[in-house]
């Protein structure tokens, strides 16, 4: 049965793309450069920590980029200028936490051209991020970068496999980016640890985790490297994983509460953090702020800057 499916998705896929090919579907300019972070895997890849890198990195360059993501599963309508108040029920798991800890506006956008017009006519932004915007056709991007964590040309189409698209689709790509050890290309990236974080919001040293029983609770595609992680930092860890955007319950607390009787502390993702009532967490809890260090960013940054450049749009100088 998943084969057959597979097959009807692939058919599905392969004729979306094909309209936006020959310019059966329209393709929306929006008058600011777009570069989409995205991929072809489902979940796991590291969009959102990449995005929030090259947003920092962009920042400290004199531009000023506004992140422009779908913020999933958020219930408010329309493009949203999401604030680090805002709850993860409003705008998404991903648009709170780019918008706490990126450094530049995020915009909630359902309608990626929507949230692109925002960006350009009320926040005066010199180039939109597009997070997860690979099979995003509808917008106009100057730049397609595609992060792979995998070995996509092995891989089969969903639900049999993980691929979101055919691996050919990544000649479409301008960069492509391998993380988590995948491939041996120049451009790759990798997740590392570097503090962290009390359920007020406060850092701490990573030397807290050395020698502690932990257990790591996460609800991410792909929890194995997290739980590696706090391994590789000194830490004896329980696993306790649930489904990708999982949505914490009561009954999910006070599961967590039990396994968590006579470790030293309760670890997640800092991902999952953002779902939880801070207010509701016992002090035990922490979890684990991560940051993508890219290999080729230098190359990534002076192409961007060009596109920029080129716009008329920049404000540097």
Not at 294 to 313: Q, W
Request: charged share 25%; with cysteine.
């Amino acid at each position: 049965m998943r084969k057959a499916l597979s097959r009807l998705y692939g058919s599905v896929v392969a004729a979306r793309n094909l309209c936006y090919d020959t310019g059966v579907f329209t393709v929306h300019r929006t008058g600011i450069p777009v570069v989409s972070i995205g991929n072809i895997e489902a979940g796991g890849t590291g969009k959102t920590p990449m995005t929030i890198a090259l947003a920092r990195e962009l920042s400290s360059r004199g531009l000023e980029p506004a992140i422009v993501t779908r913020g999933y599963r958020g219930r408010l309508k329309g493009a949203v200028l999401v604030r680090p108040d805002h709850q993860a029920c409003e705008v998404g798991v991903e648009a709170l936490l780019m918008a706490r800890v990126s450094g530049v506006p995020v915009i909630k956008a359902p309608d990626r051209v929507e949230g692109a017009l925002l960006a350009r006519e009320v926040l005066s932004s010199d180039l939109v991020l597009l997070d997860d915007g690979f099979q995003h056709r509808r917008i106009h991007r100057d730049l397609d970068i595609v992060l792979v964590a995998g070995d996509a040309r092995s891989d089969a189409l969903l639900p049999l496999g993980r691929l979101r698209e055919p691996a050919g689709s990544l000649a479409r790509a301008d960069i492509v980016i391998h993380t988590k050890g995948a491939g041996t290309s120049e451009m790759s990236a990798e997740l590392v640890p570097c503090s962290l974080i009390d359920p007020s919001g406060a850092e701490e040293d990573l030397t807290g985790l050395r020698g502690r029983h932990v257990l790591a609770v996460s609800g991410i595609a792909r929890p194995g490297h997290f739980m590696e992680m706090l391994q590789d930092l000194g830490s004896r860890v329980d696993a306790l994983a649930f489904s990708d955007h999982h949505g914490f319950t009561r009954r999910d607390m006070e599961t967590i509460s039990t396994r968590a009787r006579g470790k030293d502390l309760i670890v997640t993702t800092e991902k999952d953090l953002v779902r939880l009532d801070p207010s509701q967490l016992e002090k035990t809890w922490r979890a684990l702020r991560v940051e993508m260090r890219v290999r080729g960013m230098e190359t990534i940054v002076r192409e961007i800057e060009n596109i920029v450049r080129k716009s008329g749009l920049s404000r540097q100088g």
